[in-house]
């Protein structure tokens, strides 16, 4: 087992609760700085730099290098076919690069977050966007090189990444999303300006083409002529006996080793030419069991645990070698109902449950706190939220007497019996699903 001796420990998490017709948004906790061993060495002047700079001068080799304990690897690294989304973001992130990211936002205890609703240039070095919101023109550096091949990196591998989703008939993807904004298609051309120069034309504006191109998924840039040499003996232009085993990379990070099912190690990309990463060094070990993750992590073995229950987090809370940082975020937890089944094609029964659900005690019981109810479809910190359209927000009794005459007039006076289908494997479902069924 890899190890590392550390004063403390740092757990992360992300989760948040969204209940279809009643939604619970929730917060995550990130990594904070480590303070530096005393060595008896000066310290470095660290006046003036900002909490990264500090933390990038005063770091040594140990740590530099970040050990997270994870649930599951990947089943394969093509993306496009990939089942286990988070992982395959995480690691996405680290070794593709984009047009641009969400800008970062780093707070006062030096803990660092996205801002979904505004990006900055990634490998682009300049990017224009027209008075009327409807042309967005990136342009990359010359030189930038995909590694380890050393391919050059031109606006052409986005056109690639892009039509190879399609081809693949990858499932709805940000693009089509984006397509059920506005009644006709709002990106009406990708176009390739020249090899280092790529723009996007929207049919009109739309609030959501903001947020939209702030996602890093939308824009990567992969190794188009690593995938095609690959699969070019197999008559396969999209590579994909290679993508299963290889990611070249175009981001900060490579994937230097995996051994399937037991870890993935990335290294700094020596040909990254953005800003610095803090760690050079990035280890995910496979522990599928999250009570052994949590005692590696407080023995000290990982410097990180993911995928923990909220329970589990809860507890750790209490202990002062573990450290926990809480961060709104944006991702929902949704408890989908088929409209198209009785009784939920009556909207009175819908609406009905949707009085009943008890919030407040699955954001105490299930979530222990670290949630908040966000009162319409879309999280709370999203521009447009308008809580004034939600009606369920009532005293518990009259909710109730609220869902009794809605039953009642859909022809279920009596009550109805209801099968409520969770994943077994996800303890904060099964949390939940009992609380509901005693409501």
């Known amino acids: 087992m ?23 948004a929730a917060c995550a906790p990130g990594v904070g700085p480590e303070a530096p061993a005393d060595t008896g060495e000066a310290a470095a002047d660290t006046s003036g730099m ?40 995480e690691t996405q992130v680290n070794v593709l690069g984009s047009w641009a990211q969400p800008a970062i936002i780093e ?28 042309q967005w023109t990136f342009k990359l550096p010359e ?19 892009k039509d ?28 390739v300006i020249d090899d280092y120069t790529f723009r996007f034309n929207a049919s009109d504006w739309t609030p959501i083409l903001r947020p939209f191109m702030s996602c890093c998924q939308f824009g990567y840039l992969i190794d188009s002529q690593a995938y095609m040499d690959a699969g070019e003996a197999d008559g396969d232009k999209w590579g994909q006996e290679y993508a299963k085993t290889n990611m070249p990379s175009s981001g900060p990070y490579y994937i230097h080793e995996r051994i399937p099912n037991e870890s993935m190690e990335f290294r700094t990309n020596p040909n990254w030419q953005g800003k610095e990463p803090f760690f050079n060094r990035i280890i995910f070990t496979v522990v599928p069991e999250s009570a052994d993750r949590v005692l590696l992590l407080k023995a000290g073995e ?39 089944t009785e009784p939920f094609n009556d ?20 979530w222990f706190g670290s949630a908040e109810r966000s009162l319409g479809p879309v999280p709370s910190m999203v521009p447009g939220y308008d809580h004034s359209y939600w009606p369920y927000d009532l005293p518990k009794e009259e909710a109730i007497a609220k869902a009794k005459e809605l039953l009642a007039e859909a022809g279920y006076a009596d009550g109805l019996d209801l099968d409520l289908n969770i994943d077994l494997g996800t303890p904060e479902q099964a949390s939940m699903a009992k609380i509901i069924q005693s409501a």
């Open 2 to 24: 890899l190890s590392k001796t550390m004063s403390h420990r740092a757990l992360m998490m992300a989760f948040v609760s969204l209940l279809v017709v009643a939604l619970l």
């Open 50 to 89: 900002t909490g990264r700079e500090a933390a990038l001068a005063t770091a040594s080799e140990e740590d530099r290098t970040l050990i997270v304990a994870v649930s599951q690897d990947l089943s394969t690294l093509d993306w496009d076919v990939s089942g286990a989304f988070p992982r395959m973001t």
């Open 107 to 134: 707070h006062e205890d030096g803990s660092l977050t996205g801002d979904a609703l505004n990006f900055e240039p990634m490998l682009a070095d300049s990017m224009v966007i027209s008075m009327d919101g409807t």
């Open 143 to 161: 030189g930038m090189k995909h590694y380890p091949s050393g391919n050059e990196i031109t606006a052409n591998d986005y056109l690639y990444y």
């Open 164 to 191: 190879r989703r399609g081809n693949m008939r990858v499932p709805p993807s940000l693009d089509r999303l984006v397509r059920l904004a506005t009644k006709e298609e709002p990106l009406k051309g990708f176009e």
């Open 302 to 340: 990982v410097d990180m645990a993911q995928d923990l229950s909220a329970k589990e987090i809860n507890d750790l809370r209490s202990d002062a070698n573990v450290s926990t940082k809480q961060v709104r975020i944006g991702d929902m937890i949704v408890m989908p109902i088929n409209h198209n």
């Open 347 to 366: 909207k009175r029964v819908r609406q009905a449950v949707s009085y009943l659900i008890p919030y407040d005690d699955i954001i105490e019981n299930v």
